[in-house]
């Protein structure tokens, strides 16, 4: 996904310094990047690691540093931010002597079917979870324990109508459980079912962008940005989509540095603004 953020740049030529400025404007005091509520969190840190790694910045690697090491071995976070914390260390090249210790306690949102769940004790997997715990073992490296047992798994997640979603059972996938577990198989040399790239260009709306799910209302970045990527996965034709998606991811920058999530989203965030550079150096291929 970098390799491919970083040619962002190109698309936004002189603004690439705008959304620089605007990344770096969303560090606090202590090191981390804030929220939409403007509190340190390592989730937006990560997103805030990415887009500056995108655009090739350099990164503020001493506060960060400082920042990271206030979680410790991380033991007391969520499933979420553990594989967060994994990726900052990982992005800033932290030396870690406990990061093992980290991806082991990953373990513990092991799924009976094989694969991870945000929530502890759950029965069955997510593509979502999959996706953050490959992330946090490929990021250091390391090959994902039991990666053999993903493909039943994500079987388990298809959908009748040709996509993926984070529970089994579902009539309807999503776009951004579709683009996981594509990228996931694909990661690990998992066979993906042809209906995959048809279903994703499905959810592609008439005025441009991406929706969640192929008869939702509006697009969304974040399902622009990961349906491209899982297009690009699978070597799709979706150049018929480019234009469209182009005025639509335009449409969401302002000269702030920084991108909505949709039409009715008034807000800028660190998430939404690494999707726009993703979006952006997918569209420029």
Same mark, same amino acid.
């Given at each position: ?13 002189? #603004? ?6 605007? !990344?770096? #404007? ?69 030396? #870690?002597?406990? !990061? ?104 592609? /709306? ?11 209302? !509006? ?19 979706? #150049? /018929? ?40 150096? /997918?569209?420029?291929?």
């Amino acid at each position: 996904m970098l390799q491919i953020a970083r040619l962002a740049s190109g698309m936004l030529n002189e #603004s690439a310094e705008l959304v620089e400025a605007f !990344i770096l #404007s969303h560090q606090n005091a202590d090191g981390g990047f804030i929220n939409r509520d403007g509190i340190s969190d390592l989730y937006y840190t990560v997103f805030a690691i990415d887009g500056l790694s995108a655009l090739q910045s350099e990164l503020p690697r001493s506060s960060l540093e400082r920042y990271l090491a206030t979680f410790g071995n991380g033991l007391e976070l969520d499933f979420v931010h553990r594989c967060c914390l994994a990726r900052a260390r990982a992005a800033i090249r932290h030396d #870690s002597t406990d !990061i093992g210790e980290l991806l082991l306690k990953l373990e513990q949102f092991r799924t009976p079917d094989g694969g991870y769940n945000q929530k502890p004790g759950a029965n069955n997997s997510t593509a979502y979870g999959c996706l953050l715990a490959y992330g946090a073992y490929a990021d250091h490296g390391l090959d994902v324990p039991g990666r053999e047992q993903f493909a039943d798994c994500l079987n388990s997640l298809q959908t009748p109508d040709g996509g993926w979603s984070n529970e089994p059972g579902m009539a309807q996938g999503t776009a951004s459980a579709s683009a996981a577990a594509v990228v996931v198989s694909r990661c690990l040399q998992l066979p993906i079912p042809l209906t995959a790239a048809p279903w994703l260009i499905e959810c592609a /709306h008439p005025d441009g962008g991406f929706r969640p799910f192929p008869d939702a209302p !509006i697009p969304d970045l974040l399902s622009t940005a990961v349906s491209l990527h899982a297009l690009e996965v699978l070597q799709a034709d979706y #150049s /018929h989509l480019k234009e469209p998606c182009l005025d639509f991811v335009d449409s969401l920058w302002v000269n702030d540095g920084g991108f909505h999530g949709h039409w009715a989203d008034d807000d800028l965030d660190l998430e939404y603004t690494y999707y726009g550079l993703l979006a952006l150096g /997918h569209l420029s291929l």
